[in-house]
């Protein structure tokens, strides 16, 4: 498989806008590189789907900047091979602590546990689920504070499956994953067995897979299928349920309120970046 790999130099001081531009494009996060003998710059790569054109990419993030009005010095792009994308932001991804005495390994990076901390090994091919993004670790959060006590953690778009590793850190007893791909359904049962975690992970449509009720739901997507989910995830969950979702980012924050609203009532949000993950319970 190919990548489209778009890089965009500009001045440092624009980095978070840059970041969140690429957020809006692609899923499989950012590398920040420093340039030699320019300290005030900075060049941001991030990868996207070869069946788009390179030209159509450069156009587009040109567009996007300027729309923007983000000031850049160039943008590039060339076609690299799985190897080359894997091999290049994976080492940029470093331990974790996702909650106090918590760390997220990446499955190829050395880590010396000190005493009393608790490892969790992500593999994965993506950068998105290896506990770097905002979102993971705002999810994680709102998990520690309300998810104690609670029973059946379900997430849905498990992913690399981090959420249920996390769930079976804080004590929570059953744990079910969904994801509609394949290969990330396979990643999420290959990390729940390395960490020797029984969790239960489907793959196909939250409807026809998991028949049963949560008492803590996770839901770290986007907002489109987040307003897919948003107005029937009830039936899946226990009356006094808890609901995480993430996966909002500023540009479409007021989009996806009436979908909240509708159906839920918030009792916390958290905001990292731009990026915003809500603790919800059902309306009465």
């Not at 409807?207 to 989910?229: C, Q, W, Y």
């Not at 924050?253 to 993950?277: F, N, R, S």
Request: hydrophobic share 40%.
């Amino acid at each position: 498989m190919k990548w489209i790999e778009i890089s965009v130099t500009a001045e440092r001081v624009v980095i978070d806008e840059v970041t969140t531009l690429f957020d809006t494009l692609t899923a499989n996060g950012s590398i920040e590189e420093d340039i030699p003998e320019e300290p005030d710059k900075v060049r941001l790569v991030f990868y996207g789907d070869a069946n788009i054109p390179e030209a159509a990419w450069q156009e587009r993030v040109e567009n996007e900047l300027s729309r923007a009005k983000i000031n850049y010095d160039e943008v590039t792009t060339k076609t690299v091979t799985d190897d080359d994308w894997y091999n290049s932001w994976q080492q940029y991804i470093q331990p974790t602590e996702i909650l106090p005495g918590v760390i997220i390994k990446p499955a190829w990076q050395a880590y010396e546990a000190s005493e009393g901390e608790t490892i969790i090994e992500i593999d994965s091919e993506l950068s998105f689920g290896t506990g770097a993004h905002e979102t993971t670790q705002a999810c994680a959060e709102l998990m520690a504070k309300y998810g104690k006590e609670k029973k059946v953690c379900l997430d849905i778009g498990t992913g690399t499956a981090i959420l249920l590793l996390i769930a079976h850190v804080l004590g929570i007893p059953e744990l079910i994953g969904v994801d509609i791909d394949p290969e990330a359904a396979a990643q999420a049962q290959k990390n729940c067995k390395a960490n020797a975690v029984d969790a239960t992970v489907y793959c196909g449509d939250l409807d026809s897979e998991f028949h049963g009720k949560a008492d803590l739901v996770m839901a770290n997507l986007t907002v489109d299928p987040l307003k897919i989910v948003l107005p029937g995830i009830g039936k899946k969950m226990t009356k006094d349920g808890i609901l995480i979702i993430s996966g909002i980012i500023d540009e479409r924050y007021e989009e996806i309120m009436p979908y909240i609203t509708a159906h839920w009532q918030i009792k916390e949000e958290l905001v990292k970046g731009p990026w915003h993950t809500l603790a919800l319970v059902q309306a009465e």
